[in-house]
């Protein structure tokens, strides 16, 4: 056997020169200097030859990473190469050459440098968003373009580990968005079972982090009753905001509609000079176009949009991204600014709108059609949404007048009638 004295010390010679450890393992000294190990083994009862590496003497201090990569590299010493010949003889006792095992592991290296979880990830938005509504597929590119993607992105897939899913989901919750949070672990971890399902990965790393996250027990109130409007409407006049992302929360509170078809409007849904606004389908919640009567306070609202983002898609652009809309964080954390963190939503407004005119007698109808609240019979919603228009264009300029004297403080309360008011 040899020693590393010897591999240290052999000199080139005129020929190669062949120095022998033993079970197949051999030191090639050749005439130019170069010192290379070598492994010859059968199968078959043919004889082969494998090219382990070259032989090396590790610098002084390498550290384990080191060490690796110059492994990898395929520089060896004395006890590696041992190593490495033991682990071909394993191979060869299963009729596999180390040559072509080599070469499968260097494929599968190549792939899994590719195969980074954000090419992974966009692979499957790819093969699946033709199942996916354009407001879901938007939140899903959003969600893992702004909160995933920068920490995990640039990572190979299979080096993803359930410590570094965990740190991107505890950044999000940190910035108050627990809800965000779970939905982004159920993301990520449909891109790693599609990558389960292409051989990419053998697990979910979200898998164990599945009672991390706990939603917080919030009291959210439904609505807010008469005597508390007019607080939270001084309240969201003052808040310290940016400018767009007020104003598109003060006309979710003249508007009434769902946050999610406030938020992604764009400027060719709107007929200012008419007061419409026309939802397109596939943003609401019952999948039918739905006309919003615009109130001359809302009509305000969105021409001093029309100056800021007038040229552009989206009414109330991202922050980061113009090219996409509002982040459904955005109105909830101006709520959150005016002090009802935990305690009034964005949603509740609709609850508010609801049942201060129904308690102060308005017509029922005229008010759940302000709200595209489903009419079961197609043909008479259709016939309603038309004939009720004036109706609700006169409700929703009541309201937008009535918020403009709650803001002065003056005392407002529902009275009964007996039919619209």
Not at 109 to 137: C, D, G, K, M
Not at 151 to 175: C, M, Q
Not at 232 to 239: G, I, S
Request: with cysteine; aromatic share 8%; charged share 25%.
């Amino acid at each position: 056997m040899l020693t590393d004295t010897q591999c240290r010390t052999a000199k080139a010679a005129d020929k190669p020169l062949k120095l022998r450890d033993g079970n197949g393992l051999y030191l090639e000294v050749r005439p130019n200097g170069s010192k290379l190990w070598r492994y010859r083994y059968e199968i078959g009862g043919k004889e082969n030859l494998f090219a382990l590496g070259s032989y090396c003497q590790p610098p002084a201090g390498e550290s384990q990473k080191e060490a690796q990569a110059r492994r990898d590299a395929r520089q060896f010493t004395l006890a590696e190469a041992r190593v490495e010949r033991e682990r071909c003889r394993g191979l060869v006792k299963q009729s596999i050459h180390p040559s072509h095992s080599q070469q499968t592991d260097r494929l599968r290296r190549s792939l899994e440098a590719e195969s980074t979880f954000q090419a992974v990830a966009e692979t499957w938005i790819r093969e699946n968003e033709s199942h996916w509504s354009a407001n879901y597929l938007r939140q899903i590119k959003q969600r893992l373009s702004g909160d995933a993607f920068p920490w995990i992105g640039a990572l190979p897939i299979k080096s993803v580990t359930p410590a570094h899913v965990k740190d991107v989901l505890k950044r999000l919750e940190k910035r108050g968005s627990p809800a965000s949070a779970k939905l982004l672990k159920t993301w990520i971890g449909g891109v790693f079972r599609y990558a389960a399902g292409e051989l990419l990965v053998e697990a979910d790393p979200t898998w164990p982090l599945r009672n991390t996250l706990k939603a917080p027990k919030t009291q959210h109130i439904a609505h807010l009753a008469t005597k508390e409007i007019p607080a939270f409407l001084r309240a969201l006049e003052d808040v310290q905001a940016e400018n767009a992302t007020k104003a598109a929360a003060k006309l979710l509170w003249l508007t009434v509609v769902r946050t999610v078809e406030l938020r992604c409007a764009e400027w060719q849904e709107f007929d200012l000079e008419a007061g419409l606004w026309t939802v397109p389908a596939e943003r609401m919640k019952m999948r039918e176009a739905h006309t919003v009567p615009l109130s001359f306070q809302a009509v305000e609202i969105l021409r001093g949009m029309q100056a800021l983002t007038g040229r552009g898609r989206y009414v109330f652009p991202g922050r980061k991204d113009r090219e996409q809309p509002l982040t459904h964080e955005g109105i909830r954390d101006v709520f959150n600014r005016a002090g009802y963190a935990g305690k009034f939503t964005p949603h509740g407004v609709r609850g508010t709108f609801s049942t201060f005119f129904n308690e102060a007698g308005a017509d029922h109808e005229v008010i759940e059609l302000c709200l595209a609240h489903a009419e079961r019979n197609k043909v008479r919603g259709a016939y309603n949404h038309a004939k009720k228009l004036d109706q609700r264009r006169a409700l929703m300029q009541q309201w937008a007048d009535l918020t403009e004297a709650w803001i002065k403080g003056a005392d407002v309360v529902p009275l009964r009638s007996n039919g619209a008011l």
